[in-house]
């Protein structure tokens, strides 16, 4: 018995080794992941953008504010506002343009009341829609503030955050999580359902038996992804009702809008997924690599951890993730209530994506199919 086991063993080595697609899953795949993961997968919270009322514009008011600018949790860099240029009213646009995370208001008898040792009141106003950040930037708030008051008065800290949470007052996380998983759940989907049908098709033969029909290969491939767009939409809005019944979550934008915005999604998925259709001969290689593809965008997504907590170059190569703009879209429309000119820089990213990588995976599939 030894002998057969062994030869049985030498030809699945050989075999294996000669597969190229087989040594890449097999090498290639497990240390870029291990890479990914190591660079990605950061739960601290840093560089949050901060935007700084102080109404006291007193020298103990501009301390402060370099206290928070020498910390690496807070970016108050060039956002140094004055009430007349940025009036309190607009704080909801900044948040909902991203263009700020965190606020904080200095009063205008900040220093008389700290050299005078009575209690301050500060300001503190967080973007709750990431409850993780928007707690944990409070904690980093009141460090620096307390450091602050006992460097100056050299006594008990005298200055008090009064915070607030704008789009989650509770800061849950689950607000923050669930459009997440729902972006996860859609990509994933398409990204699999795509490309194993397609690969299925042709390892059943039934690929070649439709391209000798009349039926053109536009046709066929039109066919199969509009099969698969109805799916995707059904279970995503079903997933996503669902999610939002069971954990008490308001919507708090147009369901128009966000389904207009899933379908120029699906453009990118599928594209992906056809993408993966054409460099795979079999479902066991097609779903390997869209699992691949699919840890890689959530990975890089910001659906785990903020982006900007990532090194540099991994930011850059974000930008080439389509689900990085699509999960701002859903997080923004369900619980901020955004409309499209407040994201228009995510949906002009995922419509580039999106237009290249289904044009030349369908390319690609129509040369392989003809």
Do not use: C
Request: net charge neutral; aromatic share 12%; glycine share 6%.
């Amino acid at each position: 018995m030894l002998r057969p086991f062994l030869g049985v063993v030498r030809k699945e080595f050989i075999q294996g080794l000669r597969d190229k697609n087989n040594l890449r899953m097999l090498f290639v795949m497990p240390l870029v992941q291990l890479l990914l993961m190591g660079y990605a997968v950061n739960t601290d919270v840093k560089h949050l953008q901060l935007d700084v009322y102080d109404y006291s514009q007193s020298a103990h008011s501009r301390q402060l504010v370099e206290a928070f600018k020498a910390s690496s949790y807070f970016e108050p860099v060039n956002r140094t506002l004055e009430f007349e240029q940025a009036p309190l009213w607009q704080l909801d646009q900044r948040f909902l343009s991203k263009d700020a995370e965190m606020v904080v208001i200095i009063p205008q008898d900040f220093s008389e009341k700290l050299v005078a040792g009575d209690p301050v009141e500060i300001g503190w106003i967080a973007d709750g829609s990431d409850a993780n950040a928007a707690r944990m930037g409070l904690g980093y708030a009141g460090q620096i503030v307390r450091t602050f008051s006992n460097n100056i008065t050299g006594r008990k800290p005298q200055i008090e955050l009064r915070y607030d949470y704008l789009f989650n007052a509770e800061a849950e996380s689950r607000y923050f999580m669930v459009p997440g998983i729902v972006a996860t759940l859609l990509t994933m989907l398409t990204l699999m359902m795509t490309s194993m049908a397609i690969v299925r098709e042709r390892e059943l033969g039934t690929l070649e038996q439709v391209m000798v029909t009349p039926i053109s290969t536009i046709t066929f491939m039109m066919g199969k992804i509009t099969t698969f767009t109805i799916l995707s939409m059904v279970i995503m809005g079903g997933a996503l009702q669902l999610g939002l019944w069971w954990f008490e979550i308001p919507f708090a934008g147009s369901h128009l809008l966000l389904f207009g915005m899933s379908l120029l999604y699906l453009m990118s998925t599928l594209g992906l997924g056809m993408f993966v259709s054409t460099i795979t001969s079999t479902q066991q290689q097609a779903m390997f690599l869209a699992w691949f593809f699919s840890i890689f965008t959530m990975l890089t997504s910001g659906y785990f951890t903020p982006i900007a907590n990532m090194p540099d170059w991994l930011q850059q190569v974000t930008l080439i993730n389509p689900m990085r703009y699509y999960i701002e879209i859903v997080r923004g429309i369900v619980l901020k209530g955004a409309s499209l000119s407040d994201f228009y820089p995510s949906v002009i990213g995922m419509t580039i994506f999106g237009l290249v990588i289904f044009t030349f995976s369908a390319l690609r599939f129509h040369k392989r199919t003809a």
